[in-house]
């Protein structure tokens, strides 16, 4: 079965400053997509970025850009120049090529200080 | 409405009471989902309908909790006899097309908060 980890419950980072959430995962596939949602109290689920694990470029969407180390199993979301409307819980999710559901981590708490 | 809707926004129920959950998908939109968000379980996959192909029910908790999806459309999620345990948001999400077709970018609706007494 697959897992997705994200092992910082909380993190924190200045205003405009950059900052790094990690994300390992377990599979025995070699194809799949990777995903982070964001989600702030309003409840609602949105997608910052997806990767797919055939393509060795990372993904990049304006300030959120992804670290993806395939053989590592690790896909960490870097957000830069934060903004206070990114403070959110981020939850890094995996899905099969070949499937449907997504599993997701534990998430991540950031909060973003002005 | 252009995104996944749900409704009620908020349920409280008494220990035993059956409620159902309403989830109206993006129009055109072939897949929809159910997950589950608890504070003890983090979010979990529930039931996957595709078109007309029987429901992937596989991540149902008990025989307490049924969906059924009418047209192809609209969604409900049934839960009888709840309890407390059942106390958790109920996110829906809806898709194009059918698994193995691209990423099929999953977009959410707002959640039910469900509160059993």
């Known amino acids: 079965a697959q897992t997705v980890t994200q092992s910082q419950p909380e993190m924190s980072v200045q205003e405009a400053e950059t900052v790094t959430l990690s994300c390992t995962y377990d599979t025995s596939e070699s194809d799949y997509y990777l995903f982070w949602y964001k989600q702030p109290p309003s409840r609602q689920m949105i997608l910052v970025i997806r990767?797919?694990?055939?393509?060795?470029q990372n993904a990049t969407e304006n300030r959120f850009s992804v670290n993806f180390q395939k053989a590592a199993k690790s896909f960490s979301l870097k957000i830069s120049d934060s903004q206070l409307g990114d403070a959110a819980m981020y939850f890094c999710a995996y899905r099969r090529t070949s499937g449907s559901r997504l599993t997701f981590g534990e998430g991540t708490q950031l909060t973003v200080n002005p | 409405g252009a995104g996944v809707s749900q409704s009620p926004s908020n349920k409280v129920t008494e220990k035993g009471k059956d409620v159902e959950l309403r989830c109206d998908p993006i129009?055109?939109?072939?897949?929809l989902y159910w997950y589950r968000q608890s504070l003890g379980q983090g979010l979990e996959f529930l039931i996957y309908?595709?078109?007309?192909?029987?429901?992937?029910k596989s991540g149902l908790p008990s025989d307490r909790f049924s969906a059924e999806r009418t047209g192809g459309s609209v969604s409900t999620l049934t839960i009888q006899r709840t309890q407390q345990e059942d106390s958790a948001v109920y996110l829906c999400a809806s898709s194009l097309g059918a698994r193995g077709q691209g990423p099929g970018e999953q977009f959410f609706g707002p959640g039910t908060r469900l509160t059993v007494l």
């Open positions: 129009s055109g939109h072939t897949a």
């Open positions: 990767q797919e694990a055939y393509k060795q």
């Open positions: 309908f595709q078109g007309n192909s029987a429901p992937d």
